[in-house]
């Protein structure tokens, strides 16, 4: 988990600070939501991994103690994958997984492209 005392200022800072189970998850996480919106702009948001499209926020992630999360917008697009999402921990903006069981790499690709319908709107 990154540091509170130091912020990070690139994703890639983010995750050299997160232990090496939830690195490699993280990592290949960024490449699936860069693969479904190649035009998406990479930053840090709240103090985690974000992605921007047209300057309006698209989605985040993070890594926790005890798990990774996903955090892909609003609420309409955790109803429409509902399903998809069974076998993960869901709250209120928030899909939490482990680098054991990670998210498909196909329902992130739905779930940014579901994102960048809401962003670009």
């Not at 892909?72 to 709250?91: C, E, Y």
Request: charge should be positive.
């Amino acid at each position: 988990m990154a540091s509170a005392k130091q912020k990070p200022r690139t994703i890639d800072e983010y995750i050299t600070k997160v232990n090496s189970d939830q690195r490699a998850t993280l990592e290949k996480l960024r490449r699936t939501i860069l693969a479904a919106a190649p035009g998406a702009e990479e930053c840090i948001s709240y103090g985690i991994p974000a992605f921007r499209l047209n300057g309006r926020s698209l989605v985040f992630f993070g890594a926790w103690a005890n798990h990774c999360a996903f955090y892909p917008g609003n609420s309409v697009t955790f109803k429409k994958f509902r399903n998809d999402l069974k076998a993960f921990q869901i709250s209120k903006g928030t899909i939490r997984f482990s680098p054991e069981k990670p998210l498909p790499a196909a329902l992130v690709k739905k779930l940014v492209k579901a994102r960048m319908g809401a962003v670009n709107g």
